[in-house]
């Protein structure tokens, strides 16, 4: 059985890689180090289910990210996760209806699957 692909986009390798390990048997987890990486994979995977990005990212942030995504997929479902509490990012993010969840990192293993499976039955 094919896995639901996801693609994570977070300027940190160790987050990349602890996610994508932590859900190898779950999901596909296609990872990309900058905003830029992730139009890319997100153009030759036009399969990708779900997109988490992290929030503070250099160059594109991640709201910002995700806005560039709706424009082409709106279709799409956009989680940002992060360590950082930002209300008015947050507000933005659901109030435009560019994300499904804004997380905070560190995140929990089973609050994480709850909730993209949750995302792809949307």
């Keep these: 059985m094919e896995l639901p692909r996801i693609l994570y986009v977070d300027d940190e390798v160790i987050n990349l890689e602890l996610l994508q390990l932590t859900f190898m048997n779950d999901f596909e987890v296609i990872i990309a180090e900058s905003a830029a990486d992730g139009l890319s994979l997100l153009e030759l995977n036009p399969d990708i289910h779900v997109l988490i990005s992290d929030l503070k990212m250099p160059v594109i942030n991640g709201l910002d990210?995700?806005?560039?995504?709706?424009?082409?997929?709106?279709?799409?479902?956009?989680?940002?996760l992060t360590a950082f509490?930002?209300?008015?990012?947050?507000?933005?993010?659901f109030n435009q209806e560019l994300i499904f969840r804004y997380l905070m990192k560190p995140?929990?293993?089973?609050?994480?699957?709850?909730?993209i499976l949750?995302?792809?039955k949307r």
């Design 85 to 93: 509490m930002e209300s008015d990012v947050m507000l933005e993010g």
């Design 118 to 120: 949750e995302a792809l």
């Design 107 to 115: 995140w929990n293993k089973d609050e994480l699957k709850d909730t």
């Design 65 to 80: 990210f995700i806005k560039l995504v709706k424009q082409k997929h709106p279709e799409k479902i956009c989680m940002l």
